[in-house]
């Protein structure tokens, strides 16, 4: 019976996306990018670039590559402003009424118009995802009860009246399906959209403390901290003592993460549930939603080659040159980062994404998410990435009985003449008992994955990484200080070349002690 309820499923629209990604991988993108030259011909980019005659060529890959070359916010940030202004015909065709802002604020951040296309398409992403994992478990209890969403907000924008502006959660939520709403949005896009983040914490476990939530869907850095307001509001309203989320929440069965990666808060969220939940990591952007978990055992994601981007990759160790490699599917290989280029349904042409992903098999294509192209250190020629920084901290953590919350790196600041360091600034939920093993388990682990780092290391030109704990609290004190307002979407930058963000956030240390251990590692070797 549930094979054949699987198949039924899979004729589903999103499904039948899904599948012809593992059937004809190279043929679903190839077609793909043909669809959308011939879509944007008569655009003012597709008469620039020739698009119509491209999408003729019998290699629509290499004559689309040979033409428009890669693209980067500045060189589409003039016509942008044009759209938002109401000009037609620029990118994509027609008018965008919607805008994503990428980074920094709406009226000076990197602003991306969505279209139509784009909200649908990336709607039947949201409602795949939870449909695939029906099929393939056959867990359907999930859709008996509400369904608790966290996205960024969207507003009218006031300088250009009948447009919108906001995180694309944000966007995918304003324009979510009928029956969502009815039958299980758990909470009002009125209260989804407030913009003050503690604000919008207390009125959603307010609202929902009573309710049947049976499915989660959140960036996983905010987690723990709506949880705890639940479970506070829980034992206030029923004089309770309740500790875990299943006290509050029984038949809570799924946790879909998206916005950055879930390994780093999962062990927390397992503690603070407190009884059995599945788990989902997606992956998308305002440039589009890119890939998603199709197998609970594997934590690479499945990049869904259907859903309104065209891919390209670029090795990282090529990444700014002047005419660097531009991989497809059909010539990317395991274990090489690349940045990640998108050409989507709304008008971005090769448009640098500005994530690092890497493949860990290609059958069918599955990926890491390595960080971004701004997220890695190379001040000593240690070439350190994110996601080195990331498996060492777990790494140390699993070594010394730790968790942690957020971190961030960047080179400390220099000592007299001795050789120059990484510090680590790491807010921990369970501190190790000894940090020196701590550090020490981080530098053995990025000497053995790391050969730039090891040859400076061996060579006496690189001290160990100085760890310095900061007490509960800091990295929230330092968005407070730093935001004009805090979302569900607002990240830690997780290390940085300068020390613009590592001073600020060691300035914004809360005025109390952090328990034994000390505050800050001895360095010395």
């Known amino acids: 019976m549930f094979a054949l309820f699987r198949a039924l499923l899979h004729r589903v629209g999103p499904l039948r996306r899904v599948q012809s990604v593992l059937d004809a991988p ?3 993108q ?6 959308m030259l011939n ?51 620029v990118l994509w065709p027609g008018t965008p009424t919607h805008f994503a802002v990428s980074s920094g604020t709406v009226s000076q951040g990197k602003v991306l118009p969505v279209s139509q296309e784009t909200i649908d398409i990336n709607r039947g992403f949201s409602v795949g995802v939870g449909l695939h994992y029906l099929a393939t478990t056959g867990k359907w209890r999930y859709l008996l009860g509400r369904h608790l969403t966290l996205p960024g907000s969207v507003t009218e924008d006031p300088d250009h009246p009948g447009t919108y502006a906001g ?56 987690a723990k901290k709506l949880f705890k307001q639940v479970i506070a509001t829980h034992n206030r309203r029923y004089n309770a003592n309740a500790t875990t989320v299943h006290e509050v929440w029984p038949n809570l069965q799924l946790f879909i993460s998206g916005g950055v990666a879930l390994d780093s808060y ?10 059995p939940m599945d788990f989902i990591e997606t992956y998308g952007a305002s440039e589009g939603f890119f890939a998603f978990q199709n197998d609970p055992n594997d934590n690479a994601l499945l990049l869904h080659l259907n859903n309104g981007v065209f891919f390209e990759f670029v090795p990282m160790d090529e990444y700014g040159s002047e005419h660097p490699t531009r991989h497809t599917v ?12 998108a050409t989507s349904y709304s008008g971005l042409w090769s448009y640098d994404v500005g994530d690092v992903v890497q493949f860990t098999q290609r059958d069918p294509f599955k990926i890491e998410v390595a960080g971004r192209t701004s997220e890695m250190i190379d001040t ?48 921990f939920d369970e501190p190790p008992k000894n940090l020196n093993a701590f550090r020490d388990t981080v530098d053995t682990y990025l000497d053995r994955v790391n050969r730039h780092y090891h040859i400076r290391r061996e060579s006496d030109v690189l001290q160990p990484p100085q760890i310095t704990a900061v007490p509960e609290g800091t990295f929230y004190a330092w968005l407070q200080a730093t935001n004009d307002r805090i979302s569900g979407q607002t990240k830690v930058p997780r290390m940085s070349t300068v020390r613009t963000t590592a001073d600020g956030i060691l300035a914004a240390r809360p005025n109390r002690s952090l328990a034994p251990p000390a505050a800050q590692v001895d360095t010395r070797a």
């Open 266 to 275: 999962r062990d927390q969220l397992e503690a603070i549930v407190g009884g």
């Open 26 to 28: 190279i043929d679903t």
């Open 30 to 35: 190839r077609h793909l990018l043909r669809t």
């Open 167 to 222: 995180e694309v959660s944000g966007i995918l939520a304003k324009h979510a399906p009928g029956f969502f709403k009815a039958l299980y949005q758990a909470v009002p896009n009125e209260i989804s959209f407030l913009p003050s983040w503690e604000e919008k914490l207390n009125a959603i476990a307010e609202r929902t403390v009573d309710q049947d939530i049976r499915l989660i869907v959140m960036v996983p850095s905010w």
């Open 380 to 427: 000593f020629g240690e070439a350190l990435f994110a996601d080195e920084v990331r498996d060492a901290l777990h790494q140390a953590c699993d070594a010394t009985n730790a968790t942690f919350h957020h971190y961030h790196v960047a080179p400390a600041v220099p000592q007299d003449d001795a050789p120059p360091q990484h510090e680590w600034i790491i807010e």
């Open 330 to 341: 059909a010539t990317v290989e395991t274990g090489v980062r690349y940045a990640l280029y």
């Open 39 to 89: 879509h944007a011909a008569a655009t003012e980019w597709g008469q620039r670039y020739g698009f119509a005659d491209i999408a003729r060529q019998r290699d629509v890959v290499a004559a689309y590559q040979a033409r428009v070359p890669l693209h980067t916010y500045d060189d589409l940030a003039d016509d942008a402003a044009r759209i938002r202004k109401g000009a037609a015909d």
